[in-house]
């Protein structure tokens, strides 16, 4: 499986648990987390391999993918948090982001989308 760099990775924005964060369907090395994100994996149910139904810091058997969030996830770490369909929220077509563009987005006082234009060359 490949391991991708997670701070240079374009990835969806999506909800987890209520939360924005970042998915990418790849494991990320945990050495290029953007510092103030927070990496976890998804596990899928041997039932459904095509949905996620476990959040964990490390996923062996059934992994999913990983998200970047901004916040800690409660319940997330040992055995993971139990997730249904309705707390994994993908494909909503809000865009793909850096984690550097996700953070600017949601943890700067002074987001503009036009000002990320403006500094990455692109639109939102």
Known sequence: MSIINASTTKMEEIEIVGIPA????YKVSRQTVHLGM??????AGPED???????MDEAGE???GT???PVPVEGAD???LAIGPED???ELGIGYYTPAEFEDKYLSP???PLRLEQIYGKED
Request: glycine share 16%.
């Open 78 to 80: 040992g055995e993971g």
């Open 49 to 55: 391999w095509g949905q996620p139904r476990r959040l």
């Open 67 to 69: 998200v970047l969030t």
């Open 38 to 43: 927070y990496c976890y994996e998804l596990q």
């Open 62 to 64: 059934g992994f999913f």
């Open 22 to 25: 970042l998915y990418t369907p």
């Open 88 to 90: 994994f929220k993908a």
């Open 110 to 112: 002074g987001y503009d």
